[in-house]
Each structure stands twice: as C-alpha cells, then as structure tokens.
C-alpha cells in the first residue's frame, strides 16, 4: 500500500493463479474509496530466471539476466521486458522491481550471481535498460536495482552490511556506469542496496541511509525520479539501525519510497516514526514533499484509475504464455553456453550408458531475495531433468549426490557407465560438489560439467575437458542444454563473465593501418556520416596529415569483422594534443556502419581507446573534438539524440548544450565590408595587410604574448604562405591583431581543417582570429575580418567558413550564420 510518498509493497509474495487479480483489483478500489488521486504502485520481482514470482504453469518461464547476458542481444532483452511487463499488466501490477544494474564481478557474491547480467559495465547496462525499455512500453514501471550496485560483494544484504572498498574513480568505471546509463534513457525508478560506501561516506552508513551515496544520483547525475529503498527488514537495516529508524534515516538520506515487505506492525511503526520525524522538524517537511512530487509525478505518467479498475479476466493468458514460451526458447537456444570440448566428447551418443549426477539437499539457493528463487528453496527435483535427458538417451541413469559423497555402489555405477554428466548447481558455495566434481575426473571416463546455474562453478578447472554453463536451474534451460549435448553444433551462448568471454566473437579491433584500412574507412565515413560527405582526398589528408605540416600524434583505431570476411564496420580518429601533467587525447570521430549499430561495435572501440590511454599515460583526458587537424568542436548537435546517449552512458560528462560551440559559414561572392566597421578603424588611425615576411617574428612574439601557443601562424612564415594572414596594424604601426585567412587552394587548409569543402569548392577559411588585450574594445576585431574577406575575394573565394566559435553574435555583425552547432564533453582516466 502507499501512503504519501512511502510505498510498502510485499517484494517476495509469490503470485497465485486464482487469487492475483482479484487482489490487486481490491486493493485499487480500496484506494480509489480510501481518496486517493492515482492507483496505488503494486510491485513484484520479476527478474526472471532465478528470481521469478508469476511462474510455470501460470506464465511461461522467461530467461533471467545471466543467461541474457550470454546471448549479448539487446533486442532479446528488450522482448523480455515486453513479454514480462503484457504478463504483470495482465494481473493488475505495474510496478517491476528489475532489471538489474548490479554488475557481477566477485565470483563468490552470494546475492547477486546470475541476477546480474555479466561482469561487464558496457554489456550491463546495455541489456537492463533494453529490458526496461520493453517493460516501460508496457506501461510497467521498471525500477534498476540495487544502487550504487552489490555485484562487488561478499556479504548478503540480506544477512549483514556488504563493505565496497573502491573509490570514487573506481566506482565510476564499473559499478556506476550501468546506472548512469539508465539514468540517461529517463529511467522511472532507481533502487537503493544496503552496502557501505567507505570511501564516499566515511560514516559507514549503507548507502540507503546515505544522503552523500544518493547525491552521487541527484547531483552528479542529476537524477529527479523516484528512489526507492531495497527492503527495510533485511539485516542490512534492521540489524544495526532498526526497520522503523531506517525508515526515518532513509527519507531524510533521499530516498522517495520506503519498502517494507514482511510485518504489518512494522511497516505501521515505520509510518508512526516517520511522523514524529517530521511533526518534530528532525525531517525536513520538504524533504517529505520532495518525495511525495517524484511519487505523484511517476504515477502521473504511468497509471490510471480506468487502467486500475479495468476487469481484464484471464482470457489472454493461454496466448500470452504460448508467446512467452516461443520467445523463452529463442531466447534459451541463443544462451545456454558450451565453453569447452576440449577433447571433442560431444556429441553425446543416443545409445551411450550415460550416468546424470545431480546434487540433492543443501543446495544454494544462489542469490534469490531472501532464498527464494522459483519457489523451491534451494532443493531440486532431479528426475525431472532425468526425464529432459531420457528424451534424447533412454539408457541414461540418475545417481543424486550429497555431502556424504558417493557410496561403493554409486561409484562402481559411475566407473561402469559410458559416459558421466555431471550436474551442478552454485558448487563454488557447496563444498560438496566442488569436491565431487573435482574428483570425477579422475575416473577415466568421459565427464560433461553442466553449470546449472552459476558458470563459475568450474570455469576455471581447465582440467574438466568439456563444460556446459546454463545460468539457471529452469527446466527451459536445461532442455536447452541437454540439446547441445547432442547437437553441439547449436550452440550459440557466449560467456557473459570471466576472463574468457568475448569481445563480440565477430569483432576485433586493430590499430588503423592507412595503406590498408583507408578505403573501408572512407567507405563506414560515407555510410554512418551521410550530412558530411568529404571527399575521399580531404579526409586521407584530415587523417594522416603529413608529419612536416602537423607533427601531432595520432592513435586511430577501426573495428574489423572476423567472420564471414576480415571488413572495417567502424573507426574512431584520436589524436594527442598535449602533455603536459594531463595528457589531452582528443576524439575527432566515431563512426560505425548503420548495418550494425546497436552491436558493441562503438563501445568496443571506446573500451580499446581507454584501455590504450590508461596504459599510455599516468593521467589523461578524452576529449569529443579535435584541435588540430580540425573535424568538429565536439558533438554535432544535428546528430541523432541517440548518439550524444552513446556518449553520456560510457561515461562523458557533456557541457550544457548552451554556450555552443559552433561553426560558422558565408556566401562572400556578393560581400561589402559595413561601412561602420571600416570608417571606424580608419579614422582611429588602425591599417590592415596581409602579413610580410618584414613582419613575421613579430607576429610571433605577439601570439606568444596572448595566446601562449598557436602552431597555425608558426606555421604559415609569409615567404612560403603569402596571403595566409591578415594583420592589424596601430597608428605607430604596432601588430595588434591577426586572422587566418586561408584560401580553397592553400596547401594549409586540407591537412588541418576538415569541412570547409562541404560548403562549396571554393570555401576557404577565416581562424584564429586575435586581437592584442591592449587594444580590445577598439573595434580591430572586425575591421581585421573585414580586411580579410576581402582580400579572400579578390582571390577568388566564394565561401568563407569559420570553425569552433564559442562567441555568439560577433561573426554574426558581419553576415555568417551558424553551419553546425556542437557539445563539448570529456572524460576522465587515471591509469
């Protein structure tokens, strides 16, 4: 039920198929009587997998996160999300407390294990928010969990207080960045974990009760929505603060929505100790209203009392199970993983004696909310699967196993059989199975290993030749398995954990060989960049400039397929642009093939970009924009909003889109320099002309004097660039101001800038424009422009383009107008 801005929902009530929609229709009409303006939030865990609550025979049983993880198919999570949230909808919940954020990397974490999508940030964030996404589209709240994120840990929240010891920076390159990214996509609700953040709240509060943790989601990720509390009642709470002070501490600390799931009277005393608080002054009364607007704003958007009161009846059951079970073998069939043979046993023969060993009593449940799971708490039914397997192999025979290890008689079975089928289930927390399964080997008969539920069981007992990993324990994907064993060929699942799983197995990426590369290179340019259709000579020059004319380094990248044939589908341009105590590695260009966005393809190629920075250079920065050559001054606004997401899930901070850095362009065919501008540098005694060679050290010690450092003019000596700048000049003829001005046929102008073509053949270009600090104010500035457009046009330029403006309304006086409009944005690395 919710009162205010605090929900009490019943996180692990499983869902019977009589009672369930009459129940949640009873509850919103108590509510509507009660006065209540929206329905009431009724939430549920529906993960899937190892934690599913509407489950066989009422719903199909759908594929947790892990085993998503191991099919790396966005599109396949998102169809998840759709199916489970058509399923929730259909019984009157609208709230899903999943997908999953936590990033699962500590082998030994009891709570997390498969609930979590891999180990990996990138492929994290990518399926939760596909999976939210689909669930959304059903107009079912999803709710990322568990906040900052639990995969780091080897404490159960439910049994004690987790400690994640990583910093700040650390926790910025994994445990945040699925979060960041679902907080990026407008993701609804963010669920809070019991752990403690040392080194962010130096008072050990878990990060529930830690204003410091959730300003990590208000303020540095500028977070509005909903917060929710994981469960008040586990030990995480309840142990060293109490249920009903946690919800006090809670509230206070941010969070919008208290969840207590188990004892009436203390969800009531919760509600009493909040009141107090409040009535006292020790909470804030807008503290209590802040929460009460992200609440009522949510369900604004999601829910309805016509939506809430609406008899659906069970009619559209049968359909939705039979879709979910089509999309739960797809989805199956793409997971289940062979991670070795390495001796070639499979295939399994029909007609082998075939000995299944599967653990008996004392099972970890592995993970589920309060050790739960589906429902069988940590016991399994072996002839179940037995009877899978007899399917394919009627000779086979079930010998279970349990800490007493195995009898005479069950060994002399086992030493007589064809082949032994080893079942596991969590055996790195039972010391049973770890210790059976390490001594089959050693029997001289064929062993398949079958993780059935976390792969980490023996993933790294090489010595076990041939290894099956499933990620769940449910019948669905156990008959996948048991498939492979005889058609190995099937098997499509890749590990989403451990130091063996895959980049894409189709993708590698290559430091870029421009002898080589160049052509597809130009080829991905032209497909994923159509708006910037640079001729295939500007970008060569762009991208390899010759060392005498840009002595700049550069470490660009492209990623290539494997398979069926070796083809660039993607390429990033990086360049070096200082080192100084932060080393400045500037992305001028990221692009991949249409075909295959959406694939990894552009996140490899980040992940292979930092990997190289962080191994380069003690301390750097990537920056989106090139200084020289120049490409864009940061992300083109023009750009799909999709792409500035790409850049904000993998960690950019992007500035505000206003200011803007822009470039500018002018038609100067028809150009008449203002007779203002002109007749007042004059009259003050000011004179323009191209620089001379006469004039240029002094050009120099002026660049130095006020703009520190400027390659361009130290480049352009007059006696091998005539024409190449435009220079002020003060009464006593002083040099007080200076401009690029670059015609269409400079030798210049290609290596260093790579657009002004795109405005026309005969565009040429205006940069670097300065002014003397003595002489600001003095109306040099566009005189000096006015000077140099037309001495461009005598030369024959049409165009003038005018790159990285920060300055809005100057270059406008004289007529250009905006080409493009781009965000600045960095990230930064420390090795």
């Given amino acids: ?13 499983a869902m019977q198929p009589s009672c369930n929609q009459s129940l949640t229709h009873s509850l919103q009409e108590e509510a509507r009587l009660a006065g209540h303006d929206y329905p009431l939030f009724i939430g549920i865990d529906q993960e899937n997998g190892l934690v599913t609550r509407i489950s066989p025979p009422i719903a199909a049983q759908l594929p947790g996160p892990m085993a998503l993880g191991a099919t790396y198919a966005s599109e396949l999570a998102k169809e998840v999300g759709t199916v489970t949230g058509e399923t929730l909808r259909l019984f009157g919940i609208n709230m899903n407390y999943a997908p999953v954020c936590d990033i699962n990397s500590e082998p030994l974490n009891p709570v997390i294990g498969v609930r979590s999508f891999g180990d990996h940030p990138g492929l994290v964030g990518r399926l939760a928010c596909a999976t939210a996404q689909g669930l959304r589209e059903q107009k079912v709240v999803p709710s990322v969990k568990h906040f900052p994120g639990h995969g780091d840990t080897a404490v159960d929240s439910h049994y004690g207080l987790p400690v994640i010891s990583k910093t700040r920076e650390q926790l910025d390159k994994c445990e945040l960045r699925p979060f960041r990214r679902a907080i990026a996509e407008g993701i609804e609700a963010v669920m809070t974990a019991h752990i403690s953040l040392p080194s962010v709240d130096d008072s050990h509060l878990p990060a529930t009760l830690s204003a410091k943790a959730l300003n990590i989601l208000r303020k540095d990720m500028n977070y509005d929505g909903m917060v929710i509390t994981d469960c008040l009642e586990m030990d995480g709470i309840r142990a060293s603060y109490g249920t009903e002070q946690g919800a006090v501490l809670a509230l206070g600390a941010g969070c919008d929505s208290i969840m207590v799931c188990h004892t009436y009277d203390v969800q009531v005393g919760s509600i009493d100790k909040i009141c107090e608080a409040v009535e006292s002054g020790k909470v804030p009364t807008s503290r209590l209203e802040e929460a009460c607007r992200r609440v009522t704003a949510l369900k604004a958007r999601f829910l309805s009392w016509d939506a809430a009161l609406k008899s659906q009846g069970l009619n559209g059951l049968t359909s939705l199970k039979q879709k979910g079970a089509k999309l739960a073998k797809e989805a199956y069939s793409s997971s289940v993983t062979l991670v070795r043979d390495t001796q070639s046993i499979l295939p399994l023969s029909p007609s082998s004696k075939i000995a299944f060993l599967f653990p008996g009593d004392k099972t970890p449940a592995g993970g589920a909310v309060d050790g739960e799971g589906l429902g069988r708490k940590g016991s399994y039914n072996a002839s179940i699967y037995l009877d899978i397997l007899k399917q394919w192999n009627n000779q086979a025979f079930e010998i279970q196993y349990g800490p007493m290890g195995l009898s005479t008689e069950q060994l002399s079975l086992v030493d007589a059989a064809d082949v032994v089928i080893f079942a596991s289930i969590n055996a790195r927390e039972s010391a049973y199975q770890r210790t059976l399964g390490l001594e089959l080997p050693r029997h001289n008969r064929p062993m398949v290993a079958m993780a059935l539920c976390n792969p980490y069981d023996f993933l790294e007992d090489s010595f076990i030749q041939t290894y099956v990993a499933t990620y769940e324990p449910t019948i669905e994907a156990f008959t996948v398995a048991v498939e492979l064993l005889f058609r190995p060929h099937l098997a499509k699942g890749s590990l989403p954990v451990g130091p063996e799983k895959p980049a894409p197995r189709w993708l590698e990426v290559q430091q870029y060989a421009a002898a080589t590369d160049f052509s597809q290179v130009y080829d991905v340019w032209l497909a994923a960049l159509p708006s910037y259709r640079v001729s295939a000579d500007n970008l060569t020059e762009a991208i390899t400039p010759p060392p005498h004319v840009l002595p700049v380094e550069s470490h660009h990248l492209v990623a290539r397929t494997s398979y069926p044939e070796s083809k660039v589908v993607g390429f990033c341009l990086l360049f070096v ?3 100084q105590d932060t080393v400045c590695v500037q992305l001028a260009a990221l692009a991949v093939d249409p075909k295959l966005q959406g694939r990894g393809v552009g996140t490899a190629l980040l992940a292979e970009c930092r990997a190289w920075m962080e191994k380069t250079f003690k301390k750097s920065r990537l920056e989106l924009g ?25 960690g950019f901070q992007l500035n505000p889109p206003v200011p803007r850095s822009v470039d500018l362009y002018q038609d100067i065919k028809e150009f008449q320099s203002p007779e203002l501008y002109v007749t007042r540098a004059k009259e003050r005694g000011y004179t323009f002309r191209p620089l001379e060679t006469a004039d240029y050290q002094e050009c120099l ?3 130095e004097k006020n703009f520190s450092y400027n390659q361009m003019f130290h480049k352009l000596d007059p006696s091998k660039y005539p024409s190449s700048v435009m220079t002020a000049f003060d009464p006593n003829g002083k040099q007080v101001g200076w401009t690029l001005m670059l015609s269409h046929e400079s030798p210049m102008l290609k290596p260093h800038w790579a657009f002004p073509s795109l405005c026309g053949p005969k565009t040429g270009l205006i940069g670097c424009v300065g002014v003397d600090a003595d002489y600001h104010k003095e109306g040099v500035g566009l005189a000096l422009l006015c000077h140099a457009i037309e001495d461009m046009k005598q030369r024959g330029v049409e165009g003038v383009f005018v790159d990285w403006v920060s300055l809005e309304g100057w270059y406008e006086k004289l007529g250009f107008k905006v080409w493009w409009s781009c965000r600045t944005g960095a990230m930064q690395l420390d090795a």
Wanted: proline share 9%; aromatic share 16%.
């Fill in 1 to 13: 039920m919710v009162w205010g801005a605090l929900s009490f929902s019943n996180e692990t009530s």
């Fill in 626 to 650: 090139s200084t020289f050559p120049r490409f864009w001054p940061g992300l083109p606004i023009d750009l799909p909003t999709e792409v500035q997401e790409f850049f904000v899930h993998r």
């Fill in 577 to 579: 642009a200082a080192q």
């Fill in 701 to 703: 010690v002026g660049q």
